[in-house]
Structures are given as structure tokens and as C-alpha cells.
């Protein structure tokens, strides 16, 4: 969205494509850097902070391993188990302590127990943000003509793809979903060209 949005602030200044080019790419791979390293930050925060209570779980299960076992029986419990399955259930999970401290972090602490990867998050959002971001940049990139309106175009179809496939994890239809995400991309487009224009004028 914010690469297109310049291409539309630049062609609506009337600039030449190769500052639409240039500002392009470097809002690509600027912004695709600076996300990247903010899901590396974040997912490493959250994998540093599941190890810390990891560590801790088990600590207390050294220390205090009946008042774990309560623990876990009193979630068991809450799930619906009860008299000997219910004990049952307790035994078999305290005999294995990864399986003990995975069920305390999941149901305890709403954590998924595998720890996230931070590298590969990293590297997924900066190769996500590249092959959507380069979009709007290709007419101008292959020297198309009319670049802007190609832009338009292969922009538009991504914007109403990416919302369509939103809808996979929401409750409006998808056809619904990519008019609202597409909508949302044009009015932020539609801005930056009027803000261009103004430039142009001046």
C-alpha cells in the first residue's frame, strides 16, 4: 500500500518514472527491512519471555512438584475430566516434564509451547513485503506504457487478492473482503495523487 501510494504521489506531482523508481524501491526495501526487524524483535521478545517461564515451571517442579500436580489437575478438571480418568490423566502428563510444562505454558499462560523462530519470521515478512510491494513498481520497472494505469491495474487485482484470501479468517464473504481492502488501498492511493497534484500545481 505505501509503495503505491508514492507511485500515485509521484505521478500525480507529474515527476519522471525514474524518481518513481527510485523512491519506490527504497520504500521497498526500507520498509520491508524496518518490518522484518520489528517481527524479529517481537517474535525474539516473545521466544526470550516463553523460555523465562519455561524456566521457571521447571524450578517449581523440582521444588514443589504436588503443587504443580494440583496445577494441573485443577485444569484438567476445568476441561472436564473427572474421578480416575481425571487422575489417570494427571499421572501420565507429570511423568513427562516437557509434556507437564507445555500444558501449564498453553492452558496456564496462553502460550503455543513450540518456540517461535525469529529469524525465519524475520526472512518471511521482508520476502512477503517484497513480492507484494514490487507490484505497483513493474510497469515502470519493464517500461510499460501507460505505466500508471498498469500500476493501477496489477495493484488493484493484489489489494482484492489479498483481501479475498483475509476472508479465510474472517466471517465476511471473500468477494466482500477484497472490496473492502481494495477500497482501503485506493483511498490511501487517492490521497497521496491529490496531495501530488497540489505539487504539481505549485
Not at 64 to 84: N, S
Amino acid at each position: 500500500m505505501t509503495t503505491f501510494a508514492i507511485v500515485a504521489g509521484v505521478q500525480g506531482a507529474g515527476l519522471p518514472h525514474g524518481i518513481i523508481l527510485a523512491l519506490g524501491t527504497a520504500n521497498v526495501l526500507a520498509d520491508g527491512f524496518s518490518m522484518a526487524a520489528s517481527n524479529y524483535s517481537g517474535t525474539k521478545a516473545e521466544r526470550d519471555d516463553m523460555m523465562r517461564l519455561r524456566a521457571m515451571k521447571t524450578r517449581r517442579i523440582e521444588t514443589d512438584p504436588e503443587g504443580e500436580r494440583e496445577e494441573i489437575r485443577r485444569t484438567l478438571r476445568a476441561k472436564g475430566l473427572d474421578g480416575a480418568v481425571l487422575d489417570e490423566a494427571v499421572g501420565v502428563i507429570s511423568a513427562n516434564k516437557s509434556a507437564w510444562i507445555d500444558l501449564v505454558l498453553g492452558d496456564g499462560h496462553g502460550l503455543d509451547p513450540q518456540a517461535p523462530a525469529p529469524i525465519r519470521a524475520a526472512l518471511a515478512t521482508f520476502a512477503a513485503f517484497l513480492a507484494a510491494g514490487l507490484i505497483p513498481l513493474l510497469p515502470y520497472a519493464l517500461g510499460l506504457e501507460p505505466a500508471f494505469r498498469l500500476s493501477i491495474i496489477a495493484t488493484g487485482l493484489v489489494f482484492f487478492a489479498i483481501g479475498a484470501l483475509k476472508s479465510r479468517w474472517s466471517l465476511s464473504a471473500w468477494w466482500r473482503s477484497g472490496i473492502e481492502t481494495l477500497a482501503i488501498g485506493a483511498a490511501a492511493a487517492s490521497i497521496a495523487y491529490l496531495v501530488g497534484t497540489l505539487f504539481r500545481m505549485a
